[in-house]
């Protein structure tokens, strides 16, 4: 009797609780309006920010407008020394480059040119070469094209075999051979020197060669070197005619003498994540991430890529959101746990910011019960099926907690009933989506995740991804969705379980 009747008393007091939080909740998501939404974005993607390409004024100018913005709100810095957390940036020009072929020098642009995202230095003396075809590979295995080829010189056709032989499966050597070329993977395989032999021989010369941004150092160690067929030739000791030649060269290690010298000089640059906090009351050692990635392709010439959708969306979804709880917080109300607002740099030269943020975190991250990670949420994907003024994909729900689903979805039903499109968690789904934004640098350590996103369109990565094209409507539902399921994860009793290991 006592029992029934106190679990009737709480149930009671609990739903009351709960109205108090729906309705408190409610008032605060009130400021995520489109208005609001379209003054900060208007200024984000505005030519003045340049296209917000990582490590230039660009995307300083963005991180000081973030900056302020989150001091106004009145978030304290995430960092000891300010709001943000920098990062080194690298950035190489090359000085002099020769290659000579059995004593005989060869002439840059007219018989090989170097691959700007591969700048090295150093002095090689190569006595034998690794044919390896179209060094085509499965990342799983050290080898390319079944070869051993740590510690050596690999020489490798540019291209796919369908541009020789048409009836291959373009697409898919297409996607192997982007593998191939990843810094990390050319790295990883340990070999000392890539020889790439491609058609377009004689290239223009070019007055300077500056390298591509990169962040990690070793990643720029191994030289990537284009050569003409005649160069391949000469180095193979085989008679070369034409491309389809080369389809009758066999795989294997062949003996051969050249030397190549390469000499560069080093940019050190940097550029930075912006880190808001609102601390929390009685939970405060805990922590719930709502990140964007503020960096965008930035300008070439007159062209400016604004990254409108892609992400000043989403960086605009984190500032009202922030607004959101910070006006709840002066008001008296609080989150229980520390909120943290962090948008990043470096996300289209590959999670940069996030990286580094996740590898030198400020805030433990076994302490770090989700990040909500918005990319990309101003938009309507043309090829959507349901009702498209009323949607948002979700992305890792299925992943590392069984706590992120039913909240998500109950959230969702409570309060904005969205549509939650859950396509992209299917892992035969070609797009690994959900390798592609930063919350897979938290993912990757253990933190559950939830990625919003509104899938791609035709000014994708376009200089054309404007704001006026923006349906502000949706994306204040979106963040408005966001916001209450950030809210519901800061004050509930418990952090989101880890109970589902990441494959
Ligand atoms: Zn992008």
Excluded at 124 to 150: C, E, I, M
Excluded at 170 to 196: D, E, F, H, Q, W
Excluded at 254 to 266: A, I, L, R, V
Excluded at 396 to 422: A, C, F, T, V
């Amino acid at each position: 009797m006592m029992k029934n009747l106190f679990v009737a008393c709480s149930l009671l007091l609990a739903s009351t609780v709960f109205a108090q939080q729906k309705d408190m909740a409610a008032k605060y998501a009130s400021v995520i309006t489109p208005a609001a939404l379209k003054e900060k974005l208007t200024v984000i993607a505005s030519a003045g920010m340049e296209g917000r390409e990582t490590a230039t004024s660009g995307q300083k100018k963005a991180a000081a407008y973030i900056e302020n913005y989150f001091k106004k709100i009145g978030l304290q810095p995430g960092t000891p020394n300010g709001y943000q957390l920098q990062y080194p940036v690298y950035q190489d020009s090359l000085i002099a480059a020769s290659l000579s072929i059995n004593d005989n020098a060869a002439e840059m642009y007219q018989d090989f040119t170097l691959s700007p995202a591969f700048l090295a230095e150093g002095n090689w003396h190569v006595q034998d070469v690794v044919f390896a075809s179209y060094g085509l590979s499965d990342s799983a295995n050290n080898n390319f094209d079944g070869l051993n080829v740590t510690n050596k010189w690999v020489m490798v056709i540019d291209g796919t075999p369908a541009d020789i032989d048409s009836t291959e499966a373009a697409k898919t050597y297409a996607n192997m051979r982007a593998n191939r070329m990843k810094p990390s993977n050319i790295r990883n395989k340990n070999i000392k020197g890539l020889l790439i032999i491609k058609r377009a021989f004689p290239e223009p010369a070019a007055a300077s060669l500056k390298g591509a941004m990169y962040m990690d150092k070793k990643a720029n160690s191994v030289p990537v070197i284009y050569i003409s067929l005649q160069m391949a030739a000469s180095i193979l000791q085989q008679p070369l005619n034409n491309f389809k030649d080369l389809k009758t060269v066999i795989r294997g290690i062949y003996p051969t003498s050249f030397s190549f010298n390469e000499q560069k000089t080093t940019l050190n640059l940097n550029s930075s994540n912006v880190i808001g906090v609102l601390p929390g009351t009685d939970k405060k050692n805990q922590y719930v991430f709502v990140t964007a990635h503020y960096d965008h392709l930035g300008k070439k010439g007159n062209t400016i890529w604004y990254g409108a959708d892609d992400d000043g969306s989403g960086t605009t979804s984190v500032l009202q959101i922030a607004t959101a709880f910070a006006k709840a917080a002066k008001d008296g109300h609080p989150p229980r746990r520390t909120m943290v607002f962090m948008t990043v740099s470096g996300e289209e030269k590959g999670l940069w910011g996030s990286d580094y943020y996740t590898d030198h975190p400020l805030f433990s991250l076994d302490s770090t019960s989700v990040d909500l990670n918005i990319d990309m949420v101003g938009r309507i994907d043309p090829g959507y099926k349901g009702d498209s003024l009323n949607y948002v994909y979700t992305i890792g729900e299925d992943k590392l907690s069984s706590d992120l689903l039913p909240i998500s979805d109950s959230i969702n039903k409570r309060y904005n009933n969205m549509e939650l499109d859950r396509r992209f968690n299917d892992p035969k789904d070609p797009n690994r989506f959900y390798y592609r934004s930063d919350h897979f640098n938290f993912a990757k350590h253990g933190v559950p995740v939830i990625f919003y996103f509104n899938g791609v369109h035709a000014d994708y990565h376009q200089p054309s991804d404007t704001v006026d094209k923006i349906n502000f409507n949706l994306m204040a539902k979106r963040g408005k969705l966001i916001f209450y399921t950030a809210w519901a994860m800061a004050n509930r009793d418990n952090m989101m379980k880890r109970d589902i290991p990441l494959k």
